[in-house]
């Protein structure tokens, strides 16, 4: 048996996320609390705000979550189909693959999204970080989906867009499939994918093949 995982936000759905706008509001709620993040040249991301916010400032952690969730159910309900993502998936069922979702977005969110825009179906595992202990690019949804589905005993690829997904990816052991990933980003993560695809729909040929 074989699985594939996938990433959802602009891997499988075109959604208007912004990760950095995300950061900037739960950087705004931990300074307006008083809370000192330390300087640097590259901007706070969202994990490691939560990571902070959970070791020194725990009391804060849930309003972090609700200012995600907030974006996150703006940005999916105007997702959309990203070309070739039904095929992409479709195709790796045909062919014997064990289909799963592996995303850092919440649960409901994230179902209702899969539902509405017909890829519900066709996944045997969704793995949100409702289920996750922590988020990409930590491999712990990894052991999650091996849990579900006995991914041990499986040849088994990640497919992604992000840096997120390909450190995840390396960390679990996993072949990573980036999507419309640029050289500049795959170079500066040190990631190095099974294959880039700039089309879904090349991805059931790259299954087959492998």
Same mark, same amino acid.
């Given at each position: 048996?074989?699985?594939?995982?996938?990433?959802?936000?602009?891997?499988?759905?075109?959604?208007?996320?912004?990760?950095?706008?995300?950061?900037?509001?739960?950087?705004?709620?931990?300074?307006?609390?008083?809370?000192?993040?330390?300087?640097?040249?590259?901007?706070?991301?969202?994990?490691?705000?939560?990571?902070?916010?959970?070791?020194?400032?725990?009391?804060?952690?849930?309003?972090?979550?609700?200012?995600?969730?907030?974006?996150?159910?703006?940005?999916?309900?105007?997702?959309?189909?990203?070309?070739? &993502?039904?095929?992409?998936?479709?195709? %790796?069922?045909? *062919?014997?693959?064990? #289909?799963? =979702?592996?995303?850092?977005? /919440? @649960?409901?969110?994230?179902?209702?999204?899969?539902?509405?825009?017909?890829?519900?179906?066709?996944?045997?595992?969704?793995?949100?970080?409702?289920?996750?202990?922590?988020?990409?690019?930590?491999?712990?949804?990894?052991?999650?989906?091996?849990?579900?589905?006995?991914?041990?005993?499986?040849?088994?690829?990640?497919?992604?867009?992000?840096?997120?997904?390909?450190?995840?990816?390396?960390?679990?052991?996993?072949?990573?499939?980036?999507?419309?990933?640029?050289?500049?980003?795959? &170079?500066?993560?040190?990631?190095?994918? %099974?294959?880039? *695809?700039?089309?879904? #729909?090349? =991805?059931?040929?790259?299954? /087959? @093949?492998?």
């Amino acid at each position: 048996m074989h699985l594939c995982a996938f990433d959802l936000d602009h891997t499988l759905v075109r959604t208007p996320l912004d990760l950095a706008a995300m950061a900037a509001d739960m950087r705004a709620h931990l300074e307006g609390a008083g809370v000192c993040l330390p300087a640097r040249e590259e901007r706070w991301r969202v994990g490691e705000l939560l990571r902070l916010c959970k070791r020194e400032r725990p009391e804060h952690e849930a309003a972090l979550w609700t200012l995600a969730l907030e974006r996150e159910q703006r940005a999916m309900d105007e997702a959309t189909l990203e070309p070739g &993502a039904l095929e992409a998936v479709t195709g %790796a069922r045909r *062919l014997g693959f064990v #289909t799963a =979702l592996w995303t850092n977005n /919440a @649960g409901a969110v994230t179902r209702s999204a899969l539902d509405r825009l017909g890829l519900g179906a066709h996944f045997d595992v969704v793995v949100t970080r409702d289920e996750m202990r922590e988020l990409k690019p930590d491999p712990d949804g990894w052991r999650v989906i091996a849990g579900l589905v006995d991914a041990a005993s499986h040849h088994a690829f990640m497919v992604g867009d992000s840096w997120v997904d390909g450190l995840a990816a390396a960390a679990a052991g996993v072949p990573f499939v980036a999507y419309r990933m640029t050289d500049a980003d795959l &170079a500066r993560w040190q990631i190095k994918p %099974a294959v880039t *695809l700039t089309d879904l #729909t090349e =991805l059931p040929a790259f299954l /087959a @093949g492998r």
